[in-house]
Nanobody, 123 residues
Framework: QVQLVESGGGLVQPGGSLRLACAAS????????MGWYRQAPGKARELVAG???????NYADSAKGRFTISRDNAKNAVYLQMNSLKPEDTAVYFC?????????????????WGQGTQVTVSS
């Protein structure tokens, strides 16, 4: 199977920065799109940023100009650099990956999520 593990969350003051990382492991043949989502208490999970295998990116309006998504295909990893953080960025951040994996002689494709990492922006 495939596992996604996030790291890099924590407590930061308004205006500060954090860098989230997510590494995928398992019987991976290819990782296609990857992305970061977040979910604040009482709210639905929302896309923050996405990145295609070739590097093209898309961002939520709230993230444009402050957040940067990147990936390292050799490491099966995706990153989110978050600058100028605001209290409204407080949420659990989840990594997502569209993965093609190999099992029992066949290739399968599925969507995977990490366990989430808490980001709290507060003074």
């Amino acid at each position: 199977q495939v596992q996604l593990v996030e790291s890099g969350g924590g407590l930061v003051q308004p205006g500060g920065s954090l860098r989230l990382a997510c590494a995928a492991s398992g019987s991976i043949a290819r990782i296609n799109a990857m992305g970061w989502y977040r979910q604040a208490p009482g709210k639905a999970r929302e896309l923050v940023a996405g990145i295609a295998r070739g590097g093209s990116t898309n961002y939520a309006d709230s993230a444009k100009g402050r957040f940067t998504i990147s990936r390292d295909n050799a490491k099966n990893a995706v990153y989110l650099q978050m600058n100028s953080l605001k209290p409204e960025d407080t949420a659990v951040y989840f990594c997502n990956a569209d993965v093609t994996y190999y099992r029992g002689g066949y290739y399968y494709a599925d969507d995977y999520w990490g366990q989430g990492t808490q980001v709290t922006v507060s003074s």
